[in-house]
């Protein structure tokens, strides 16, 4: 008896579906829609920079569109006859100080905020929230009346106290935020371990709170830097006076040094530039880390 074999069934290769293929091609985004924009949004953001940096480089009188030759008589003008370097040296100070004194108490008062309950607690974070909308020239009366009661005024310090309290609610909210997004049963097995409260948020959560500590301390310290009015009404004595009110000083009436206003400006952006190059990282994830709930 002969036992006929069937065939073996071919194999079939599936393809791309056609709907799939059409829908995925229909989902991409041609490349040109995506490069002549941030093209176009780079030229507009670079071409203001390089015209700053032509007239810091460029003699005196020249018109060229190249910095060649190049010259730093601009720059040794503003640092030595205008007194850019006293500048820079208060603004650092006026900068450092602010980072440290609003990292600190925004640490304590968000600890407070995203780990106790007390009565009016809603109210106050909404008074925080609403603070945020009050410009800060509203704050100058008040705070002049504070510092001049309390002999503060032409202090480097009165603009240290301004910048905090301008700084401080906005930078409690995050940093509530970045706290509640450490579990909070690290703490307890702290205190069982036999840490007190301040112990166990030294040791556990102070380390996980990093990025945040650093976001928040990295925009206290550019606001301060770059912040205006503060300096210009608290501080009388040139010597004591900030790098955005030196700025101020170039201009006049009757004429502008462009090459020495256009190294200034430089003087005062490369500071923030080298700050934002070295926390990138952690700013990113910082405010990455407060951006979902834990």
């Not at 800060?136 to 202090?155: C, E, H, T």
């Not at 030196?246 to 020495?260: F, P, R």
């Not at 700050?275 to 990282?281: G, H, L, P, S, Y």
Request: charged content about 15%; hydrophobic content about 55%; proline content about 6%.
């Amino acid at each position: 008896m002969i036992t006929e074999i069937a065939p073996a069934p071919e194999r079939v290769t599936p393809g791309p579906a056609p709907a799939r293929r059409a829908r995925r091609t229909r989902d991409e985004v041609p490349r040109r829609h995506i490069y002549v924009p941030l093209g176009i949004y780079l030229l507009f953001t670079l071409i203001p920079f390089y015209w700053i940096v032509l007239f810091a480089l460029r003699p005196a009188g020249s018109t060229s569109l190249v910095p060649w030759p190049m010259t730093t008589e601009h720059f040794q003008k503003v640092w030595t006859e205008r007194g850019f370097g006293t500048y820079f040296a208060n603004s650092v100070y006026v900068g450092v100080a602010t980072l440290v004194l609003t990292t600190v108490v925004a640490l304590a008062g968000g600890y407070a905020l995203a780990r106790f309950d007390f009565r009016l607690k809603r109210g106050f974070v909404l008074a925080l929230l609403c603070s945020q909308f009050v410009p800060g020239a509203l704050l100058l009366v008040p705070l002049f009346q504070i510092f001049a009661r309390l002999s503060m005024i032409n202090s480097l310090g009165s603009v240290v106290v301004a910048e905090t309290v301008f700084q401080l609610p906005l930078s409690m909210i995050l940093i509530s935020g970045f706290i509640r997004n450490v579990p909070y049963s690290l703490e307890e097995a702290a205190w069982v371990d036999g840490c007190d409260r301040f112990t166990a948020f030294r040791i556990v959560v102070l380390p996980l709170l990093r990025p945040g500590l650093i976001a928040v301390g990295s925009f206290a310290f550019v606001h301060a830097w770059n912040h205006f009015l503060f300096a210009l009404m608290f501080l009388s004595d040139q010597s004591k006076q900030t790098v955005p009110v030196g700025l101020d000083t170039l201009m006049s009436a009757d004429s502008v040094d462009l090459g020495a206003l256009a190294a200034g400006g430089i003087i005062a952006a490369v500071p923030v530039v080298i700050v934002f190059a070295f926390i990138q990282k952690w700013l990113i994830t910082g405010f990455s880390a407060g951006a979902v709930k834990g």
